[in-house]
């Protein structure tokens, strides 16, 4: 599908190889990676759909495998001092990105989490805000699909490596029942 992009962080989350009918691009892990990689490719190849794809620990133990996410929130952004509430972009409207789909929510934040933030939400990423945030100001349409690593607790590091490459297969099957639906 020419006018679908899949990002993804890592080459490692999603080879090339694992979707040949798709455009996959990798944005490098991180809010400012994401958001160049975002605006990048949405000036370059103008998508009718960006897909983010990737890894997130989760919040909630009892969640595991493949989920949407529907709500969008910066975990890491404190100006708390200043009188705004965590999570919150100083004089910026946005406060949570939503496309109007259902699924859970996810704080994207330039930290690998091993403990709750005080942002809470059901997940949390490093890239998944940017993305969103970029495609809302651009209007581009975009979903999203986190596979749970790891429970963003004193383990999350090991089990990240060690979960990092499971998420393909469910992907792949989320994506190929997608496209059979658009």
Known sequence: MKDIVIL???EEELPQDSLKDFHIEYTGVGKINACFKT???INKFAPKLIINYGTAGSIKKNLSGIYEVSDFYQRDMDASA???QI???PFDKTKKISFGNSGLSIGTGDSFVK???KILTDLVDMEAYAIA???LLMETNFLCFKFISDNADNDAPNNWKK???KGRTAFKKKIQDLYINL
């Open 115 to 117: 403990k709750p933030p």
């Open 133 to 135: 945030k970029v495609c």
């Open 163 to 165: 979960n990092i490459n």
């Open 82 to 84: 200043l009188g705004f």
């Open 87 to 89: 999570g919150e972009t």
């Open 8 to 10: 993804v962080a890592l």
């Open 39 to 41: 605006t990048e490719i």
